[in-house]
Nanobody, 116 residues
Framework: QVQLVESGGGLVQAGGSLRLSCAAS????????MGWYRQAPGKQREFVAD???????NYADSVKGRVTISRDNAKNTVYLQMNSLKPEDTAVYYC??????????WGQGTQVTVSS
């Protein structure tokens, strides 16, 4: 089983920046991709960004140009650098991992709040 721990969330003003971190541990062998989702109250969890072990990245249209996903293989950690934050970015951000066969693991989430 893969365990994921997010950190780096907080309260920022509109236009500010945050960098979220997700550290993976446990049965990390076999992970083929990691990514970030977010969920605001009353809304479905939505895709933000992901990165494959091959280094390919994908971004949701709502964050494209403002967000960069990256990884540090030595630390088994992925990052989400967020710039030019907007109030509509306010949500709980969740890290996830996928292993071969489609099994996914989820972190506990980290709160991001952007004030106007």
């Amino acid at each position: 089983q893969v365990q994921l721990v997010e950190s780096g969330g907080g309260l920022v003003q509109a236009g500010g920046s945050l960098r979220l971190s997700c550290a993976a541990s446990g049965s990390i062998f076999g992970i083929i991709a990691m990514g970030w989702y977010r969920q605001a109250p009353g809304k479905q969890r939505e895709f933000v960004a992901d990165i494959t072990n091959g280094g390919n990245t994908n971004y949701a249209d709502s964050v494209k140009g403002r967000v960069t996903i990256s990884r540090d293989n030595a630390k088994n950690t992925v990052y989400l650098q967020m710039n030019s934050l907007k109030p509509e970015d306010t949500a709980v951000y969740y890290c996830n991992s996928e292993i071969f066969g489609g099994v996914r693991s989820w972190g506990q989430g980290t709160q991001v709040t952007v004030s106007s």
